[in-house]
């Protein structure tokens, strides 16, 4: 009956995701409809109400609100802004600049807001005028932006690896964050090491160079803005706050010093607030389905059962976790990366930890196997928002992106084989 019933539980989901449903509401019905194979109505009814209550009924989930209105903040009062005279600073006189100004713009903006949607739409709408007016393609320009974007669901805060700790038994949020620093910043380094390469192909130049003078007043101006990243992840791995308190101390410095610049006004406080409960209400619609939909899991058996068919296949670390990638990177194309770490961390994770794998590094490998998948069609978010606008066709940027593609499936498999690169900075923090 539990192999019955936990056919029905994916097959269902999956044909009411062809059929067009939102995700969300695909994931609740398939769960209630196997639970009905298992339970009485009334039962059923009850159980999956309460379950999807205590799925957010969580102190630590009150952090990705409250990064979202920080990330919202800080895109509407300037920040971003800054942080993109900083990167030119670091990166201007490489062939191509504007698209390497780009990409380290997303890794610290991404960063300090945590999603890959508003890091792309933040950089696009700066870098493109820009980027158009010195003769770059928009495909090329596009491809940047897009392929860089998720970086910062990797660089600390990132609400994507909060989920993951809940999902995950309670996996140290302050350890995981430490740990997507180096795989974060290597995808950066990677999309540069293209976006280069194309420069060269198609003739882009580095930009003027900007006197030592400039140089300083640019960083100097930075500073405020980059010090939201060293005092709110400073302070979780220091233990002076938790994640939930860092991220309301994120929006506190966000706020103020928007206020400061003078871009935020009191006027837009209400929209501000208004786009930050769209996001949060899709995103914990999402947990809260999602969290159903384990339990379910649970009741069915089907975790254990497939982690046992998957071993059974083979004994070896090496083909097991090139599987695991493999099937990973094939649900990132179509599923949100919320749902897919919440429905398959619970099923993979025993695998992982089979093979003697650290929970914090697997963490990092099912992110990045997801940041991956944002930017892959036929879901990918971060590929829609970038090519919007960058005002291309997805289609035709595709094309631009598939080296980046090439690139970051290759760092996949180094991060994934060589686990002091997420270990190693917790390890010498004795996290």
Not at 38 to 53: E, G, H, S
Not at 286 to 306: D, H, N, Q, R, W
Request: net charge neutral; with cysteine; proline share 5%.
């Amino acid at each position: 009956m539990t192999l019955v019933a936990g056919l029905v539980l994916f097959i269902s989901f999956f044909v009411f995701l062809f059929y067009g449903l939102p995700i969300a509401i695909s994931i609740i019905l398939s769960s209630i409809i196997t639970l009905l194979l298992i339970l009485p109505f009334d039962v059923t009814i009850a159980t999956a109400a309460q379950r999807m209550v205590t799925g957010i009924d969580d102190f630590t989930m009150l952090a990705i609100p409250l990064f979202v209105l920080a990330g919202i903040i800080m895109n509407n009062g300037g920040i971003a802004f800054r942080l993109v005279n900083f990167a030119k600073v670091l990166v201007g006189r490489l062939p191509g600049s504007l698209a390497h100004t780009n990409t380290v713009g997303n890794m610290l903006f991404g960063s300090i807001s945590g999603s890959s949607v508003a890091a792309a739409a933040a950089m696009g709408r700066i870098m493109g005028p820009m980027e158009k007016a010195q003769g770059y393609k928009k495909e090329y320009s596009a491809a940047a932006n897009i392929a860089s974007a998720p970086s910062g669901l990797l660089i600390p805060p990132s609400s994507l690896l909060i989920v993951y700790s809940l999902v995950s038994g309670g996996t140290s949020i302050a350890a995981l964050f430490i740990a997507g620093y180096i795989p974060g910043i290597l995808w950066g380094i990677c999309c540069m090491i293209v976006a280069f390469f194309m420069a060269k192909k198609h003739g882009y130049k580095g930009s003027e160079k900007i006197a030592w003078k400039d140089k300083i007043f640019l960083f100097l101006d930075a500073i405020p803005s980059l010090l939201l990243i060293v005092i709110v992840i400073g302070g979780i791995v220091v233990g002076v706050f938790t994640a939930t308190e860092g991220a309301a101390v994120a929006v506190l410095y966000a706020t103020v010093l928007s206020l400061i610049y003078k871009s935020l006004k009191i006027k837009n406080i209400p929209s501000i607030i208004k786009e930050t409960a769209e996001i949060t209400g899709m995103i914990l619609f999402l947990i809260t389905a999602s969290a159903l939909f384990s339990l379910v899991m649970s009741y069915t058996g089907l975790p254990e059962a497939i982690s046992k068919s998957i071993i059974s296949l083979t004994d070896n670390p090496i083909l097991l976790l090139l599987l695991m990638n493999v099937i990973l990177l094939i649900i990132g194309t179509f599923m949100d990366i919320t749902p897919a770490v919440l429905i398959f961390t619970p099923i993979f994770l025993p695998i992982s930890e089979a093979i003697g794998l650290d929970p914090i590094h697997f963490g990092i490998i099912i992110a990045f196997n997801l940041c991956i998948g944002n930017i892959t069609p036929p879901v990918g978010s971060a590929l829609f928002v970038g090519a919007s606008v960058g005002e291309v066709r997805v289609e035709s940027v595709f094309k631009y992106l598939l080296p980046y593609f090439a690139i970051l499936i290759i760092l996949l498999l180094v991060i994934t084989f060589i686990p002091q690169l997420s270990l190693f900075l917790p390890k010498l923090l004795g996290l």
